[in-house]
């Protein structure tokens, strides 16, 4: 399975973008899908995340709550990450993650519990 990451790009601060990852070449059985960010010199990032069971949850690191949207289109098998008012601190390469299977109903998934990975999309908010 390979997961695509697009939408990127330089915004300035209040600015909106994207981001979508598109699922490939198989079938995931999970019920979950996140957005992490890594920042230059710094560690990967929990961003947000949804899952899916009866309805969708989502969940949200707290420095994005208000600004920050995660939703899927299941026909399309993406996921996207609506980023309003963005500010300087939000640059990042983003990364999109899914978990190959399992099922997660009261959270979202750990770090270490996502198998596949997106290639990364560059997030650049000026001042």
């Known amino acids: 399975v390979q997961l695509q990451a697009s ?9 909106s973008l994207r981001l979508s990852c598109a699922a490939s070449g198989g079938t995931l059985r999970s019920n979950a ?5 890594q920042a230059p010199g710094k560690e990967r990032e929990f961003v947000a995340a949804i899952t899916w069971s009866n309805g969708d949850s989502t969940y949200y690191t707290d420095s994005v709550k208000g ?3 995660i939703s899927r289109d299941n026909a399309k098998n993406t996921v996207y990450l ?14 999109c993650a899914a978990p190959n299977s399992g099922r997660w109903m009261y959270r979202a998934p750990s ?3 996502y198998d596949h990975w997106g290639q990364g999309t560059q997030v650049t908010v000026s001042s």
């Open 111 to 113: 770090l270490s519990e």
């Open 33 to 37: 899908r996140g957005w992490f960010r």
């Open 67 to 69: 600004r920050f949207t």
């Open 7 to 15: 939408g990127g790009g330089l915004v300035q601060a209040g600015g």
């Open 82 to 95: 609506q980023m309003n008012s963005l500010k300087p601190e939000d640059t990042a390469v983003y990364y």
